[in-house]
């Protein structure tokens, strides 16, 4: 089992930045990717970002392109996603995720974080 620890969530107005912050209890051989993905009630978990432990793959959502970085610290087993410029319509609870493959989709992943929230308001 891997545990898999978000925080970092808050209330921000627009234009504000965060930083989220998933922690992984430990990293299996076969579990290579990590991924956030952020969900509002009544829609399906929506694809934020994703990368692989060693850098060398990263994918965003076309909505988040240019505003958030996904990056991590192997030593802490620490993965960060860097949001700038945050509008409304990024409100959301946001959770990672861990898996074989840095996949844009939910499926795939086997552990999930239980989630932070995140809310842009003025």
């Known amino acids: 089992q891997v545990q898999l620890v978000e925080s970092g969530g808050g209330l921000v107005q627009p234009g504000d930045s965060l930083r989220l912050s998933c922690v992984a209890s430990r990293r299996t051989f076969s579990d290579v990717a990590m991924g956030w993905f952020r969900q509002v009630p009544g829609k399906e978990r929506e694809f934020v970002a994703a990368?692989?432990?060693?850098?060398?793959?990263?994918k965003y959502a076309d909505a988040v392109q240019g505003r958030f970085t996904i990056s991590g610290d192997n030593a802490k087993n620490t993965i960060y996603l860097q949001m700038n410029s945050l509008k409304p319509e990024d409100t959301a609870v946001y959770y990672c995720?861990?898996?074989?493959?840095?996949?844009?989709?939910?499926?795939?992943?086997?552990?999930w974080g239980q989630g932070t929230q995140v809310t842009v308001s003025s």
């Open positions: 990368t692989t432990w060693s850098g060398s793959i990263t």
């Open positions: 995720a861990t898996g074989p493959v840095p996949n844009p989709t939910w499926i795939g992943y086997n552990y």
